[in-house]
């Protein structure tokens, strides 16, 4: 079966823990690309793994276009000659999957909530880990609850982090309830600063509404220390309003009808979600870390192995 029709039959507006599990056989080759550079750009730039990231194999001669940092002084002082550290990827390195939850990511218009494009994700993201012997771990956050769990190793940890998504309790919300204040971004990047160890790789997975300076701030302070990949979730109607008309929304509940015809608006509307998208990107290229749309009509397996990528 084509990629691009393998996740047809899931819920727009659901997850569930046998989907969620069928993703580990359906991952293609193609999205073997290694997991670690989805926290990188694209290009001749070499991921800085750092902390624990890396672990020494080796000194040899200096050689041109060797990493100066890298340059073992006592070797050289002792040898006369100008020698270099090697290092190799540590193995079972922590990846913590931080995943939104909050009210905006369950709207779509298109494919799927933004929720559940993160979710499948995610879920990629965990088996994918588990394949390369790295630990998983999860951070799942919402207006409900904080939820932490610690990286460990084995196919436990990827189904324990699978379980606690299907059964957190933003998915048994009330249509009828009023909704609670929104989590703040940065709060919530506090938190996860006190979960992640040195040298981990975290893959963050959000529409990053409530972008501003003190969430920048909050992730290059995780980006001192871990490895950083930015997933970011977005409806296309979130990007650009649909031709001039009158168009109907419903959450199954209430109906909201929008005009779209006021060409200064749709401008105004159009260049918002561009500058917020320039934001981000201009972050990941700053900090050097991956950027990766998911849209709500996207395949995450295709996202997952590169094709939407940014940055």
């Not at 997991?35 to 793994?49: D, E, N």
């Not at 040898?79 to 709207?107: C, I, N, Q, S």
């Not at 919300?173 to 938190?191: D, I, N, V």
């Not at 509404?209 to 490895?227: F, I, N, P, T």
Request: net charge positive; hydrophobic share 40%.
């Amino acid at each position: 079966m084509p990629a691009a029709n393998r996740l047809n039959r899931s819920s727009p507006v659901a997850i569930s823990l046998a989907e969620l599990i069928a993703l580990g056989d359906k991952m293609l080759p193609a999205a073997g690309r290694p997991l670690r550079q989805l926290a990188s750009q694209q290009g001749g730039y070499r991921s800085r793994f750092r902390g624990r990231g890396m672990e020494f194999a080796e000194v040899r001669a200096y050689l041109p276009g060797d990493d100066v940092r890298s340059i073992d002084w006592r070797v050289t002082a002792r040898r006369g000659k100008v020698h270099t550290k090697l290092f190799h990827e540590e193995r079972e390195r922590p990846v913590l999957l931080a995943l939104d939850y909050r009210r905006p990511m369950f709207f779509a218009t298109r494919g799927r909530f933004k929720a559940v494009q993160a979710s499948q994700l995610a879920a990629l993201f965990a088996w994918q880990a588990l394949a390369r012997g790295d630990r998983v771990g999860g951070f799942i956050f919402s207006e409900e609850r904080n939820l932490e769990l610690r990286p460990q190793l084995g196919k436990k940890a990827v189904l324990d982090f699978l379980r606690q998504m299907v059964a957190d309790p933003v998915w048994q919300r009330s249509p009828h309830r009023p909704f609670a204040p929104e989590q703040r971004l940065a709060k919530t990047l506090q938190r996860l600063q006190r979960v992640a160890r040195p040298g981990s790789l975290i893959l963050l997975l959000s529409d990053f509404s409530q972008w501003d300076d003190v969430v920048e701030k909050q992730l290059a302070l995780l980006g001192r220390h871990c490895e950083l990949g930015l997933v970011h979730c977005f409806d296309p109607l979130e990007a650009e309003l649909p031709p001039a008309g009158s168009y109907r929304l419903s959450d199954g509940v209430r109906d909201l009808t929008i005009a779209t015809g006021d060409q200064r608006a749709r401008q105004e509307y159009q260049h918002n979600f561009a500058q917020r998208r320039q934001q981000l990107e201009d972050f990941c290229r700053r900090q050097r870390c991956r950027l990766i749309s998911l849209p709500t009509d996207a395949d995450p397996l295709e996202c997952l192995s590169g094709s939407r990528g940014e940055g």
